[in-house]
């Protein structure tokens, strides 16, 4: 499944270089967009998921195997995922709406990376502090969010580690124990360092390495 899992990802990778080629920025920041293949929906906003399905798919279908992982389930809550939207993929809220250029070392710099959780929403992760998280302006957090001690939603969910997507386009998987903030393009903040590991606090405030 995690094979499968990186199939998906590498997809996704040559969309978002593909919409980047065309826009000359990667899709829009737009986060916590509830039923994000639902242009229908009273909340939705347009969203990477949404942006980049001309690529995969067409944009009137539900969303695509592509955007989960086999190994990812449902949470029980509101957040479900839905015959419409169903993804366990999240999107580098510091990396959105920025042009290719713009981002330091892409190779090197997560631009979606997966959870445990299938859902019907579109969530940019780390995410922008004053949408979501209580970080104040101009800040970032959860880059990782931990269930227990030792224990991570975000990029643990095959053998201790996860699939990324790097902001070249091209996807890998990496041991959670490898990753530091700074591979999500965060940079020293009020709460957090850029060595930060997944044992540091997952609501922990950091300033963006580049962008806004």
């Not at 229908?40 to 942006?51: E, M, P």
Request: charged residues 20%; aromatic residues 12%; proline residues 7%.
């Amino acid at each position: 499944k995690q094979t499968q899992c990186l199939g998906n990802m590498k997809q996704i990778g040559i969309a978002l270089v593909l919409y980047e080629g065309d826009f000359e920025k990667y899709p829009p920041k737009a986060s916590q967009v509830p039923d994000f293949m639902n242009r229908q929906n009273s909340y939705w906003r347009n969203n990477c998921l949404y942006a980049i399905a001309p690529y995969l798919q067409r944009q009137d279908r539900p969303s695509t195997e592509v955007y989960s992982c086999p190994d990812a389930k449902k949470p029980g809550d509101a957040s479900d995922a839905t015959e419409t939207s169903a993804t366990s993929y999240l999107p580098n809220g510091v990396v959105m709406d920025l042009s290719m250029d713009r981002v330091r070392t892409p190779s090197e710099v997560a631009i979606i990376q997966e959870t445990i959780r299938l859902v019907s929403y579109t969530a940019l992760r780390p995410s922008y502090g004053p949408s979501f998280g209580g970080c104040g302006k101009g800040m970032y957090t959860y880059w990782h969010h931990s269930r227990s001690p030792g224990v991570d939603w975000y990029a643990s969910v095959h053998f201790k580690g996860g699939n990324l997507v790097m902001s070249d386009g091209h996807a890998e998987y990496r041991k959670a124990s490898m990753l530091r903030a700074w591979h999500f393009g965060l940079a020293d903040g009020p709460s957090g360092k850029a060595e930060d590991t997944h044992a540091a606090r997952d609501n922990a405030c950091y300033r963006p390495a580049f962008g806004y």
